[in-house]
């Protein structure tokens, strides 16, 4: 058979990538005594990279006795698409001292794409000098990947300078360069990059979209998503519905989550592993977590993320038991857990008090999965010894973690000494955490709370000047409530809502319901020095009182009410919302700022344990 006859056979193979026929054709070729004729070995090179089989490209590679250039592009691209940039790097300076090589326009290329890959962002810096002292300087691939790997790093403006520099820019260098302003949070100049883009395709529509969503901005990226829609752009990937699907799951929007869902399926990516990923946190985040549970149930294949997401899911409900049940079937498919998993397990543990079981979830993490505990396994292990008042214990794991406790860890474990009424120990942490020049505002109203809970004023006009001095301000309290299609957001104290006197109204008549059956306010959750009565009067006015009053005004009888809080709901509205549940016989679902709470029947998932 001549040359061509293989060249043609191996092409087909590697655009089928059927890796079984492509070590058919090379044990062909070596019968056929051609395995030295230019081109074979690197076209037998890229078509083993092509199928995936990194380990026969490598043997070969080291086996051929003249190496070029195509011969290293073909190796370490084969590296970057096995998902081994690390190994790309490693391999990239042996090219001279091995073959006496320099690195050509598709060498860096693909060295810049492993530096992307990796977020080596010194190592690629490296390279960019490299490139811009060869022969090669002006190549706009390897710019257009230069672009994107600052992009990815984090760093705009240098992106742009690369970007700027292109003479025929590409589709790859447009939207990396979208994307990468979209991702840093800079929403005009990424808005102001898609207007100019010449030809918009549905790959410059996700770049924009997801870019949005991973910097905090969700409502423009669902925005947008709709303005796509309407601009009738065929959806062929389904990376944008990940996204948007991502976008409603952090702002809670439940409809528009449903309808994003019924798109996926009618689009017929409803089996899209990624997808169902998302959607499984999505239903979980939006508090429907029986819709997560159906999604997570009806996968054909489930993988790490997968598991993950349920497990988080059950956990932030409070449905600890079953979150540990779903480990042990994770354990027993063969998944390994990951970083993300044990965060999920101790946190379920840590809202019901499950503290033996979390001492031992922590030490199989480290002992049987050789997973080294981050600060954020540390810190939901203190919170769970925290919140089951083991604060002596949590105070010499703070002491012994291998990480500089942060602002965080201590305030959390001062609001562990402020639930549990350890005054004595939250005053000593109090001043410690003073003397950390805390930046968080949430930090300072701690400090605050504890020192007015302990009747110490002096003490809470000291944090108050401080406050005002660094220009600290508190966040107000807010609840959202969906009812269809229309959104409504209340702020604490709020009065001047069209619907104030309805709403006025039902309070007031189902606070005389709930004093009926046993209702005292605990106005100890208003910690300013003022009279009972005016205590009263504020914990009356809380966000998620008027949001449900609003809620049970105009939702359709008998549906579920889903309010979403920015803060942890006070102790007292926790009462509230258990004694209403049972009088409108209504659930009631609230995701605050820590947790899940389902009031139904006069009863709590959390079982007032928060």
């Given at each position: 058979?001549?040359?061509?006859?293989?060249?043609?056979?191996?092409?087909?193979?590697?655009?089928?990538?059927?890796?079984?026929?492509?070590?058919?054709?090379?044990?062909?070729?070596?019968?056929?005594?051609?395995?030295?004729?230019?081109?074979?070995?690197?076209?037998?090179?890229?078509?083993?990279?092509?199928?995936?089989?990194?380990?026969?490209?490598?043997?070969?590679?080291?086996?051929?006795?003249?190496?070029?250039?195509?011969?290293?592009?073909?190796?370490?691209?084969?590296?970057?698409?096995?998902?081994?940039?690390?190994?790309?790097?490693?391999?990239?300076?042996?090219?001279?001292?091995?073959?006496?090589?320099?690195?050509?326009?598709?060498?860096?290329?693909?060295?810049?794409?492993?530096?992307?890959?990796?977020?080596?962002?010194?190592?690629?810096?490296?390279?960019?000098?490299?490139?811009?002292?060869?022969?090669?300087?002006?190549?706009?691939?390897?710019?257009?990947?230069?672009?994107?790997?600052?992009?990815?790093?984090?760093?705009?403006?240098?992106?742009?300078?690369?970007?700027?520099?292109?003479?025929?820019?590409?589709?790859?260098?447009?939207?990396?360069?979208?994307?990468?302003?979209?991702?840093?949070?800079?929403?005009?100049?990424?808005?102001?990059?898609?207007?100019?883009?010449?030809?918009?395709?549905?790959?410059?529509?996700?770049?924009?979209?997801?870019?949005?969503?991973?910097?905090?901005?969700?409502?423009?990226?669902?925005?947008?998503?709709?303005?796509?829609?309407?601009?009738?752009?065929?959806?062929?990937?389904?990376?944008?519905?990940?996204?948007?699907?991502?976008?409603?799951?952090?702002?809670?929007?439940?409809?528009l989550g449903k309808q994003v869902h019924?798109?996926?399926?009618?689009?017929?990516?409803?089996?899209?592993?990624?997808?169902?990923?998302?959607?499984?946190?999505?239903?979980?985040?939006?508090?429907?977590?029986?819709?997560?549970?159906?999604?997570?149930?009806?996968?054909?294949?489930?993988?790490?993320?997968?598991?993950?997401?349920?497990?988080?899911?059950?956990?932030?409900?409070?449905?600890?038991?079953?979150?540990?049940?779903?480990?042990?079937?994770?354990?027993?498919?063969?998944?390994?857990?990951?970083?993300?998993t044990f965060v999920g397990l101790i946190?379920?543990?840590?809202?019901?008090?499950?503290?033996?079981?979390?001492?031992?979830?922590?030490?199989?993490?480290?002992?049987?999965?050789?997973?080294?505990?981050?600060?954020?396994?540390?810190?939901?292990?203190?919170?769970?010894?925290?919140?089951?008042?083991?604060?002596?214990?949590?105070?010499?794991?703070?002491?012994?973690?291998?990480?500089?406790?942060?602002?965080?860890?201590?305030?959390?474990?001062?609001?562990?000494?402020?639930?549990?009424?350890?005054?004595?120990?939250?005053?000593?942490?109090?001043?410690?955490?003073?003397?950390?020049?805390?930046?968080?505002?949430?930090?300072?109203?701690?400090?605050?709370?504890?020192?007015?809970?302990?009747?110490?004023?002096?003490?809470?006009?000291?944090?108050?000047?401080?406050?005002?001095?660094?220009?600290?301000?508190?966040?107000?309290?807010?609840?959202?409530?969906?009812?269809?299609?229309?959104?409504?957001?209340?702020?604490?104290?709020?009065?001047?809502?069209?619907?104030?006197?309805?709403?006025?109204?039902?309070?007031?008549?189902?606070?005389?319901?709930?004093?009926?059956?046993?209702?005292?306010?605990?106005?100890?959750?208003?910690?300013?020095?003022?009279?009972?009565?005016?205590?009263?009067?504020?914990?009356?006015?809380?966000?998620?009182?008027?949001?449900?009053?609003?809620?049970?005004?105009?939702?359709?009888?008998?549906?579920?009410?889903?309010?979403?809080?920015?803060?942890?709901?006070?102790?007292?509205?926790?009462?509230?919302?258990?004694?209403i549940s049972s009088i409108v016989k209504?659930?009631?679902?609230?995701?605050?700022?820590?947790?899940?709470?389902?009031?139904?029947?006069?009863?709590?998932?959390?079982?007032?344990?928060?």
């Amino acid at each position: 058979m001549p040359v061509s006859h293989y060249l043609h056979q191996l092409k087909l193979c590697a655009r089928s990538q059927t890796p079984s026929t492509a070590k058919k054709l090379h044990a062909q070729i070596i019968k056929a005594a051609l395995h030295l004729c230019p081109p074979l070995p690197n076209t037998l090179l890229d078509v083993y990279g092509k199928c995936g089989l990194v380990g026969d490209a490598l043997h070969l590679f080291d086996e051929m006795p003249h190496r070029d250039h195509i011969s290293w592009a073909s190796l370490l691209t084969a590296h970057n698409q096995a998902s081994l940039p690390h190994r790309t790097l490693s391999m990239f300076p042996t090219m001279y001292e091995s073959d006496s090589l320099l690195p050509d326009h598709f060498v860096f290329a693909s060295v810049v794409k492993a530096c992307s890959s990796l977020g080596a962002i010194r190592q690629g810096k490296q390279v960019h000098a490299r490139f811009m002292l060869s022969q090669f300087c002006e190549d706009d691939v390897v710019k257009s990947s230069l672009v994107d790997m600052y992009a990815k790093c984090g760093l705009p403006d240098n992106a742009r300078a690369v970007f700027d520099s292109i003479s025929k820019r590409s589709v790859v260098s447009w939207t990396a360069m979208i994307s990468g302003y979209a991702r840093s949070g800079r929403k005009s100049d990424a808005m102001e990059m898609f207007e100019k883009l010449p030809v918009k395709s549905l790959f410059s529509w996700t770049a924009l979209i997801s870019g949005l969503v991973q910097s905090g901005n969700g409502v423009d990226a669902l925005y947008l998503f709709i303005e796509m829609r309407r601009e009738r752009v065929d959806i062929v990937d389904p990376l944008v519905l990940s996204s948007t699907v991502g976008a409603c799951a952090n702002l809670a929007v439940l409809e528009l989550g449903k309808q994003v869902h019924g798109l996926v399926i009618g689009l017929g990516f409803g089996s899209c592993l990624f997808i169902s990923n998302a959607l499984v946190d999505m239903y979980a985040k939006c508090s429907d977590i029986l819709a997560a549970k159906d999604i997570f149930g009806g996968m054909q294949r489930k993988d790490v993320v997968s598991w993950t997401s349920i497990i988080v899911g059950a956990a932030q409900h409070g449905q600890a038991e079953e979150a540990l049940t779903l480990y042990d079937g994770m354990v027993g498919a063969g998944i390994k857990p990951n970083e993300v998993t044990f965060v999920g397990l101790i946190y379920a543990c840590s809202h019901v008090g499950f503290v033996s079981k979390g001492r031992a979830i922590f030490r199989s993490m480290i002992e049987d999965y050789g997973i080294r505990p981050c600060l954020q396994h540390y810190t939901c292990f203190l919170d769970l010894l925290s919140r089951s008042g083991h604060l002596g214990e949590a105070l010499n794991v703070i002491n012994s973690m291998p990480f500089e406790p942060d602002e965080p860890t201590w305030a959390a474990l001062l609001s562990a000494c402020k639930h549990h009424r350890d005054t004595q120990m939250g005053i000593r942490v109090a001043d410690h955490l003073l003397s950390l020049n805390p930046e968080d505002p949430s930090s300072y109203i701690l400090l605050s709370n504890v020192y007015a809970g302990a009747g110490m004023w002096e003490n809470v006009a000291k944090v108050r000047k401080l406050m005002t001095a660094r220009d600290v301000k508190k966040n107000p309290g807010y609840s959202s409530i969906d009812i269809g299609k229309e959104s409504q957001v209340f702020y604490a104290g709020e009065t001047s809502h069209p619907m104030k006197d309805e709403i006025f109204d039902l309070l007031k008549e189902l606070d005389a319901e709930m004093r009926k059956r046993g209702y005292v306010p605990d106005s100890s959750f208003v910690l300013h020095d003022m009279e009972q009565q005016e205590k009263e009067k504020q914990l009356f006015w809380h966000s998620e009182r008027l949001a449900l009053a609003y809620g049970l005004l105009k939702a359709v009888p008998g549906t579920p009410i889903r309010i979403v809080k920015n803060l942890r709901v006070c102790g007292d509205c926790h009462t509230v919302l258990k004694f209403i549940s049972s009088i409108v016989k209504r659930d009631i679902i609230v995701r605050d700022a820590t947790r899940y709470h389902h009031f139904s029947k006069g009863e709590c998932s959390c079982n007032d344990f928060w």
